[in-house]
Every structure is written in structure tokens, then in C-alpha cells.
């Protein structure tokens, strides 16, 4: 089975470059010579003795580049209205199994966020097809998957503790939330949100370590304020993006400034390593349906 590729401009429109249909010409057309989906780095090193040690890697640009198959120039034309210009961006998605179709919404395929970098006039050989070059430069070195983990279901560790006593307190047990996370590509960040869904009460626990390994990292945000209702806490790692904000309402308007916890032991921007990780959020008493969390991240991975 060959390989599959396909654009998505911004209007979310689908250009599939390995049409099913080699005679589609609404929608697509057939790109054969295709080269650059692999990976190119810049390796800096350092002699000591007769051994050499990496001390800088830069990962480089690689042109994505094949030929387009047009069937006439009113064809031709129908791509660059896909495109909405040349200064415009694009998904360039890419499945060497050829096994995910274009419109999957289920599967997660890989991209690149790419510009038409070259595409000179093409010539109309003795088919009557119009032969077009076409260059995409990516923007990133890295090939990219989104993912998104929702989840309001905890998991109750130990058991409430209720003395008989006339006493006016009431030790109850803390709920935890687990999520498990796979990550099959490079050190990345990873943009965490807890929402409070309660009416009238604020959150007052919010904190999680990242397990990943023998690697531990530690988070803990609003200490001693707590999360007012109808507020989602935003801490955000990934290095382009980084960002840390309590936000309300369906527009996501920042509302007040975070307040870290003043302890070195806590990271607080955590990162997802390479292979298992598994963040565990400690919800104090918190009832499962009075708090939501949502994580994602966008894996990046050198080569397919």
C-alpha cells in the first residue's frame, strides 16, 4: 500500500495529494516523486582524546518536494484557491502505512506545518497532463501528533475516617486522578487545565507530580488561594507557548495572575519524557463531579 499525504488549509478543507481517484479534480490530485519526509540535524562536537562528544544538536529545515499531476490549468487553479495564497500556511499530513484516511476523525495522523516554498509553471506532456514541481518548506523540524485527555473521574485512595466521638471534625479521604500518557517522540510540553465546577466553594488542592520514569516532577499552583468557581487554571509547558493564567468564562479571558508555590521542589512547568508518563493530580477532597481536567500536548517525532 503506498504511503498517504494530504493538506488541510485553515478553513479546515482537505487536499489529498494521493487521491484514491487519480482522475479526481476537485479536491485533489496525485503527487508522485516525493522526497524530504525524513530528518537532516547539524551535529556540533567536541574532541576528547581520540573520541568525539556531541555538544550541539540543530535540527535542520528539509524541503518536502514531489510532482503534482494536473489534469488542466482550471485544475491547477483550484489549488491555489485551496491554498488562499502563497503566504498562506498549511498541514501537510504524511502516513507512510497508508492505512489513515484524509477524513478519519478518529485516527491521529502526523504533520507539518509547511509553506508552498517553489512551485514553478508546469508543462502539459504527451498525456495532456500539466506537470507541476512543488517545494513545501516546513516550519517545523519535527513531525507532529495533537493529543487531548479529558477526564472528570478520580479514583478515591483509602477510606473516610469517622470518629464517634462529639468532635467537630471529619477526616475524609483524598481523590486522585491518574493519566497515563504515552509519549512516542522527543521531550515535550504538555498545556494542563483544572476547571472548578462547583457553584459557591473554591478548589483549595491543586497539585500533581509527573512520574516518567526515575524522574519526578512536582507542581503546585494557587497555594493558600485556591481556584474560585467557574475558574480553570491554565499552566501551559510547551517551550513556544508557555503561558500560566487563571481564566473564566467560554471566551477564556485571563481573570488574575497564578501564584506559584515559593519551593524549589516544585517545577511546576512540567514535561513529558520520552516513553511512559503518568501524572497523578491530587484532588484533596474534592468530589469527582465538581472538577474537570484536561491535558494535551502535540508529540513531535524526528522520522516516520
Not at 519551593?263 to 497523578?280: A, C, H, K, S
Request: with cysteine; proline share 5%; glycine share 8%.
Amino acid at each position: 500500500m503506498q504511503p498517504t499525504l494530504w493538506l488541510k488549509n485553515e478553513k479546515g478543507e482537505i487536499w489529498d495529494l494521493r487521491p484514491r481517484d487519480v482522475m479526481s479534480v476537485v479536491n485533489g490530485c496525485f503527487m508522485q516523486s516525493l522526497s524530504g519526509t525524513g530528518f537532516k540535524t547539524k551535529l556540533t562536537c567536541a574532541r576528547v582524546d581520540n573520541d568525539f562528544v556531541v555538544t550541539e544538536e540543530a535540527p535542520q529545515q528539509v524541503p518536502i518536494t514531489g510532482t503534482a499531476l494536473f489534469y488542466n490549468p482550471g485544475h491547477l487553479a483550484r489549488f491555489g484557491e485551496f491554498i488562499g495564497g502563497y503566504t498562506k500556511t498549511v498541514k501537510l499530513f504524511y502516513d507512510p502505512s497508508g492505512a489513515i484516511d484524509p477524513y478519519s476523525q478518529i485516527d491521529r495522523p502526523y504533520y507539518k506545518i509547511v509553506r508552498v516554498e517553489e512551485m514553478p509553471s508546469g508543462e502539459q506532456d504527451k498525456s495532456g497532463m500539466w506537470k507541476v514541481k512543488i517545494s513545501f518548506l516546513p516550519l517545523s523540524a519535527m513531525w507532529r501528533r495533537d493529543t487531548t485527555i479529558a477526564s472528570t473521574v478520580s479514583q478515591i485512595i483509602g477510606s473516610p475516617h469517622v470518629y464517634s466521638y462529639t468532635y467537630p471534625y471529619f477526616y475524609q479521604s483524598e481523590s486522585k486522578l491518574y493519566v497515563g500518557i504515552l509519549n512516542e517522540g522527543e521531550r515535550i510540553g504538555c498545556r494542563i487545565e483544572i476547571k472548578n465546577k462547583r457553584s459557591s466553594a473554591n478548589l483549595g488542592t491543586l497539585e500533581w507530580v509527573c512520574n516518567s520514569g526515575s524522574v519526578r516532577q512536582y507542581a503546585k499552583w494557587l497555594a493558600g488561594i485556591g481556584l474560585a468557581p467557574g475558574r480553570t487554571l491554565v499552566v501551559d509547558s510547551t517551550r513556544n507557548a508557555q503561558e500560566s493564567a487563571v481564566k473564566y468564562g467560554d471566551t477564556g479571558s485571563d481573570d488574575v495572575q497564578d501564584y506559584q508555590e515559593p519551593n524549589p521542589q516544585y517545577i511546576n512547568f512540567i514535561e513529558l519524557l520520552p516513553g511512559d508518563n503518568q501524572i497523578v493530580f491530587n484532588l484533596g477532597t474534592t468530589d469527582q463531579s465538581e472538577v474537570e481536567v484536561t491535558v494535551s500536548y502535540i508529540e513531535q517525532v524526528r522520522i516516520l
